[in-house]
T-cell receptor, first 113, second 115 residues
């Protein structure tokens, strides 16, 4: 069964460092997303990406964040200068159309120290 | 603005009991989509069901059933004859219409099934 895969599963980084979280969405999907979940809290939308551009973003997704689809398979989230409060589980998701269900990867746990 | 409320933060039952997880939503969209996701202890988010606002038919899938009531803006989830493997955090989520793509999640309900 096709699935969304994320790497790494866990990343520890120093405050102020740049991190790149990587995702391979399901191959025939057209919409890609990043969500985050601070430990013990609800899942929050960060950004959606369609047709090679950001289609929607939340107020969390400020200038420190960027997304890219560098080739036909990968979808990345970059945080330029990490802060302690960026520590969270980051989920990548994809869907074949806007209104349909999104399928999530297993998440990358980011710890900023 | 869209909002999802899961008032039950934690539920604990004994195996084989039936359990209902409540979800109440708010939206001004006339077309919208409701979802349930399961987050087991391993952490991933597993899609369970999608329901469109124009389809109020309830759905049953094995031990799982969902009750969509537009009149009360609720989309409740019932597990019949619960099993230990059902232990997880369950999230209700809402996506608006009009081309909206983001999912708005509720706070989640942590369900513990005790043997």
């Amino acid at each position: 069964e096709p699935e969304v895969t994320q790497t790494p599963s866990h990343q520890v980084t120093q405050m102020g460092q740049e991190v790149i979280l990587r995702c391979v969405p399901i191959s025939n999907h057209l919409y890609f997303y990043w969500y985050r979940q601070i430990l013990g809290q609800k899942v929050e939308f960060l950004v959606s990406f369609y047709n090679n551009e950001i289609s929607e973003k939340s107020e969390i997704f400020d200038d420190q964040f960027s997304v890219e689809r560098p080739d036909g398979s990968n979808f990345t989230l970059k945080i330029r200068s990490t802060k302690l409060e960026d520590s969270a589980m980051y989920f990548c998701a994809s869907s074949d159309r806007g209104p349909t269900e999104a399928f999530f990867g297993q998440g990358t746990r980011l710890t900023v120290v | 603005a869209q909002k999802v409320t899961q008032a039950q933060t934690e539920i604990s039952v004994v195996e084989k009991e039936d359990v209902t997880l409540d979800c109440v939503y708010e939206t001004r969209d006339t077309t919208y989509y409701l979802f349930w996701y399961k987050q087991p202890p391993s952490g991933e988010l597993v899609f369970l069901i999608r329901r469109n606002s124009f389809d109020e038919q309830n759905e049953i899938s094995g031990r799982y059933s969902w009750n969509f009531q537009k009149s009360t803006s609720s989309f409740n989830f019932t597990i019949t004859a619960s099993q230990v493997v059902d232990s997880a955090v369950y999230f209700c989520a809402l996506r608006g219409g009009q081309g909206a793509q983001k999912l708005v999640f509720g706070q989640g309900t942590r369900l513990t099934i005790n043997p």
